[in-house]
């Protein structure tokens, strides 16, 4: 049987090169390689795709949360608070910022931060939330919105999985007072190494994460007038190309995620196996298509030695880090059982449906039966 990768970044690569050919090699020419046109134009195709009116680009996704953070004044004392089900990013980002993280556990269908879970998180020192779309989902944002208004806790979007997905038709990078992107090249809009975005409709907002990404020169400023202690933090112009050629293509990407994730429920139907729920009110981008299979490890290794590469997001809940572990006040039970559990299968614009159905024959194969009838079978 043929091998099934993980993800071709190299197909979304060859279909993109010829519209952005001549840009690059222009930008070569003309030596104008940080920030510049190029980046201009991608941050406002970036902000409109994604209904807000301002995109700053940054060096990558974690550097996004860090100095959304610092530039809203999260810090020392204050809490924020973290799904557990993350990317470690997540949660680093809040320490990096010198602000606390507070974990709060997911729901067993979506594997998603709950409105429960968020408001048992909440303590007199919490000042922000942040939603992380995780596997390509938006949660649910009618609850969460409504318990942090309550609260009166800043919202703050981890939207580093879900470029393109929407809840009630509203796009990922709309909800909150600021959402943070990441282009890291395998996710659904990835550059050719790191990039990052903030997208806000807070024009001061826009402009402090700006100055603090680029030295704290506050635009209009002379060069060396520096107004804040920034880093430096900006995009390059090549990504900028390579991201606003990806971005052509992006919805029809991400449809083709759409109708493989379709195709994969429908193939395990009847199987012992459970996918990551979509809501009915999200539109899922499908960056990972993770499947819930009690003996994971085992069908993981029987996957690999039918050369179908697999992933697992995460095995280590983020507050089970030794790097994090400070901050894990409480068991968060769905979390960690979930990722005893998780198994991420094949999912990329360029796969094809047959690789989708021989996926899932390896996996109704390795879950049918255990051990001993599938070796019954084999010298069969
Ligand atoms: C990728 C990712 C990040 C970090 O983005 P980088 O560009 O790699 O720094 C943060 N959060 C989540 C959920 C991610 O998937």
């Known amino acids: 049987m043929s091998a ?79 799904p557990a089900n993350t990317f470690i990013a997540t949660a680093a980002a809040v320490v990096r910022a010198g602000a606390t993280p507070r974990f709060a556990d997911v729901s067993d269908e979506t594997l998603l931060m709950t409105p429960s879970a968020m408001t048992a998180a909440v303590t007199p020192r ?34 580093a999985q879900a470029h393109g997905a929407t809840w009630s038709g509203r796009r990922a990078g709309s909800f909150g007072t600021a959402a943070c992107f990441s282009f890291y090249p395998g996710k659904n809009l990835g550059a050719f190494g790191d990039a990052g975005a903030v997208v806000t409709s807070e024009p001061e907002l826009a402009d402090r994460v700006r100055a603090l990404a680029n030295h704290g020169r506050v635009s209009g400023a002379a060069h060396y007038e520096h107004i804040y202690v920034g880093s430096n933090s900006r995009m390059d112009a090549l990504q900028a190309i390579a991201l606003t050629g990806k971005l052509a293509r992006t919805e029809a ?4 995620r759409r109708a493989f994730a379709a195709r994969y429920r429908e193939q395990l139907i009847g199987t012992p196996v459970r996918l990551v729920d979509t809501d009915p009110r999200a539109e899922n981008v499908h960056h990972l298509l993770v499947a819930r299979i009690a003996d994971r490890d ?18 280590v809940p ?33 796969m094809t449906f047959e690789q989708v159905d021989a996926v899932c024959e390896a996996v109704t194969d390795a879950t049918a039966a255990g051990r001993t009838d599938r070796e019954v079978r084999y010298v069969a």
Do not use: K
């Open 126 to 159: 919490t000042r922000a939330v942040i939603i992380v779309h995780l596997y390509g989902q938006v949660p649910d944002m009618d609850g969460l919105l409504a318990a942090a208004a309550e609260h009166g806790l800043v919202v703050v979007e981890d939207a």
């Open 253 to 256: 990407w991400n449809e083709r």
């Open 318 to 350: 983020c507050h089970r880090h030794p790097a994090l572990g400070e901050f894990a006040d409480r068991p968060m039970p769905v979390t960690e059982h979930a990722a005893t559990e998780i198994l991420s299968l094949p999912m990329y614009p360029h």
């Open 4 to 82: 099934v990768p993980f993800t071709d970044l190299a197909a979304m690569t060859q279909e993109v090169w010829p519209s952005i050919e001549a840009d690059y090699m222009a930008c070569l020419l003309n030596a104008d390689f940080v920030g510049g046109p190029p980046v201009e134009t991608f941050e406002r195709e970036w902000a409109a795709y994604c209904g807000a009116s301002h995109s700053v680009g940054v060096a990558n996704g974690t550097d996004a949360i860090e100095l959304t953070l610092t530039a809203l004044g999260i810090g020392a004392g204050d809490e924020v608070i973290v």
């Open 298 to 315: 085992r069908v993981q290794a029987e996957l690999r030695d039918r050369s179908i590469q697999t992933g697992v997001h995460y095995p």
